[in-house]
């Protein structure tokens, strides 16, 4: 089972996850499951296509914003326009967690949000955003 790690209310990150992990997900309350991790970057991931069936069939809603090294502006914005429009929490991640909540931290820091508290929720959840996010 995957480590998933809260962030705030509306977010969790998360290293690679399962299909099994999806109703888990659904139990605990997400509603929508984010995949930073492009396909093919281990040759054992569960593909995009196998994590969207499980996440729907156990009625998340899913995104798939395949994020190689860092995030481009459409991305940033992609994934931060999903979180704030989704009805509940949201459960994003990638191979190890790190690039779901970079490109996080980076729109929340373009829409405002104090840097500082963005790199003390980072490191609540076991990410350094210190050296991601503008001084």
Do not use: H, K
Not at 1 to 15: A, E, H, I, W
Not at 27 to 56: C, K, T, Y
Request: charged residues 20%; glycine residues 10%; hydrophobic residues 40%.
């Amino acid at each position: 089972m995957s480590d998933f790690r809260r962030v705030t209310n509306s977010l969790s990150v998360s290293p690679q996850v399962s299909e099994a992990d999806m109703a888990r997900a659904a139990e605990e309350g997400f509603v929508l499951v984010i995949n930073n991790r492009p396909d093919g970057e281990d040759p054992n991931q569960p593909s995009s296509a196998a994590i969207e069936a499980a996440a729907r069939a156990a009625g998340l809603d899913y995104l798939y914003v395949p994020v190689r090294g860092g995030p481009t502006p459409d991305q940033v914005e992609t994934v931060r326009a999903a979180v704030e429009a989704a009805s509940g929490p949201v459960l994003a991640f990638c191979r190890s967690g790190t690039r779901s909540i970079v490109t996080w931290s980076i729109g929340q820091a373009l829409a405002g949000a104090d840097r500082g508290t963005l790199i003390e929720q980072g490191l609540g959840a076991g990410y350094d955003l210190s050296g991601v996010l503008p001084a």
